[in-house]
Every structure is written in structure tokens, then in C-alpha cells.
DNA sequence: TAATTAGATTGCAATATTACGATAAAGATT
DNA sequence: AATCTTTATCGTAATATTGCAATCTAATTA
């Protein structure tokens, strides 16, 4: 035990959790924020904006590359991370979704 | 080692990231989406919805109750859930806000 | 080619998560 | 009161995550 039982759940709900728990840690959000920011990809940099150490934020954008959150190409002696719009396309239409059927049905409970 | 840093990161990526977590696991997705199909809050019928034993079904709510994603109130013998619509809309402005700026961007790279 | 630079990988320790059997707590039913 | 139902908690095993020092790799520069 102590392994997630993903084949029990469908495929859009492990899709979301995978996302959501790429952002689930303070760095990765710091990360995509700083890639916001900053408005064209970045190459090199992303370590010094982190009070962590490099293999710490290197492990964070792998995790953050293995969920679809950002996409990394080799820019010469450098690495270039930028956003993946699609995966924060996902989050934002999910969570559009829930956030009009909560709209439209105005729960009269709790 | 092995804990969070979350004293590095501004309350607004520790909100974001604990919400995240909290939905950063399959089981828990299916929760808040049994508690939105079933449009009114739900005592009792959680455990049998999911297919994982009955500890583990209470710990994933609890979980979810500490994220502030669910309330829950007891309701005579059982115990009654619902959507807590704050933490899921603050998710949801969080993405359209991110959504938005990628919009306006277009990064010319990548 | 040697030194430098950017980033990944390895290895390890500390901690957290996931899952469940057993058991406990508390209201409901008989 | 004894039993049932519902949910929480405890204890424990398996696995995953977090963080970093040390090291490795590969392109760059001197």
C-alpha cells in the first residue's frame, strides 16, 4: 500500500489531479508565476529566483515538465522553460465549469 | 529535510498550492464531483460512491475539509458534506486570471 | 584543450502520503 | 439496554515527496 490506486478513477480525473498536484507545492507555483512574469520563455534564471537549492528547483521543473505544465528545449548552453498553455487551458476550463454549475445551482444547503 | 519550505513563498502560492494538493489526487477529485452531481449537500453514500475502504474515504475528506474545499456538519446519525464555493472560486479566478494573461501575450516563443 | 557555466542525476536523510484492518464514538433503531 | 449505522481515529506498512551535497554532462569560453 501507500501507492495512489489510480485505475480506479477515469482518465479526465487523473488528468486533473496530476496537474493539480504539480501545483500542489509553493516552488512550482512560484515557478509558473515567474514564467508568467516574465513574459517570453526563460533560459537560465529560474534557479536564482528560488530560495532553494539548484537540484531542488532542477526536481521541481521536472515534475512541472512530467505533468505538461511547462516544456523545456535546449537553448544552446542553457535550457528554455516557458508555460504549456494547453495544461493551464485544462485547470481554467475545469474549473470554469465548476464554478458555473455552482452559479446556477445556488445551493440552498449548509 | 523531507518538509516543505513553505516560509520561502508568499501566503498567496502557499493558498494556491494547498488547495492544489488537496485536489492533487484522483480520489479526491471524485469527491468534489460526486458533490456537484448530486447538487445538494450529501450525508452518508460517500464511502460507497469510491471504490477505496472506509478510513481511507474519511481521511481523503478530511483532507479536503482542511483545504477548505468541503465543509462538513453533523446531520443527526450521518454527517453532511458540501462544496465549500469560496475555495473553488478562488481556484477559478486564479486560472481565468493566468488564462487572461496568456491570452494577451501570445509568447512569441516555443 | 583547460576552465567555466548551466543544468541534470545520484544518493541519501527526513518527512509526508496513501491505504487499510481494527477499533472507538455517537446517534438511531429495535 | 442491546444492536445497528455512520464516521472518525489509531496503528502500521508501503510508497512518495522534499531537500541538498556531491557529482556528472555538455555546451561555451578563454
Redesign the pocket.
Known sequence: ?????TEHFTDKQNAIAILA?AL??P?RVAIIEYLMKVDTCI?????NELP?????V??????LKNAGLIK?SIE????CYCINEKALTKLQAYFANISDSLEKKKSTCC
Request: hydrophobic share 35%.
Open positions: 500500500m501507500g501507492a495512489t490506486k498536484k500542489g507545492h516552488a533560459c537560465g534564471d529560474i534557479v532553494l537549492a539548484q537540484p531542488t532542477s526536481q521541481h521543473l521536472k515534475e523545456g544552446g548552453n542553457a535550457i
